[in-house]
């Protein structure tokens, strides 16, 4: 069955480089960029800027789910070492977790725009300001794997196939 697979490079991935990072962006954009469009409509009560990040959130959350879903694909392929495996878990954890908050809450976004699409509420806003500071949480772990640990880098993939890392 594995010869039916395409191989891996030498990045460990059978494509040229890791995707993840790429859809994962986009959704940290969407989701800060939602927030920041909030509070500018809150505050300048231009309501335009309401429909703006309803439509963030919405795309944010569908992306989500393509950035897990290559997360997991090249967490498996990355052939994480001993030291990496704590940050990698807890990355995946809060990944999953943050699925279903943004999912949860572009909801109840959704709910808020069909009662009243001139009028979000102080405590959305609040939630938006500990949804931002899980995503910049979740960002410096991401960081962490790539620029610490060097996971899907050259040089790592041929230390640990060299039984260098472990």
Partial sequence: ???????LN????????????IVVHFVIAMVLFAFICDLIGYFSKNYTFYEVSWWNMFFAT???FIAIIF?????????PY???????????????????IIAAIT??????????????PIAYLGVGVLLTGLVFFQVYLGDELVWVYGLHTVKVVEAVKE???Q
Avoid: C, F
């Fill in 107 to 120: 909801g109840w976004r959704y709910v808020l725009r069909l009662r009243n699409p001139k009028k979000v």
């Fill in 1 to 7: 069955m594995l010869k039916y697979l395409p191989p």
């Fill in 62 to 64: 569908i992306s989500i």
């Fill in 71 to 79: 997360g997991q694909i090249e967490a498996g392929l990355a052939q």
């Fill in 163 to 165: 039984g260098i890392l």
């Fill in 82 to 100: 001993e030291v990496v495996q704590p940050v990698l878990n807890l990355h995946t954890l809060i990944g999953w977790s943050l699925s279903g």
């Fill in 10 to 21: 030498d990045h460990n991935l059978p494509y040229p480089d890791t995707i993840h990072p």
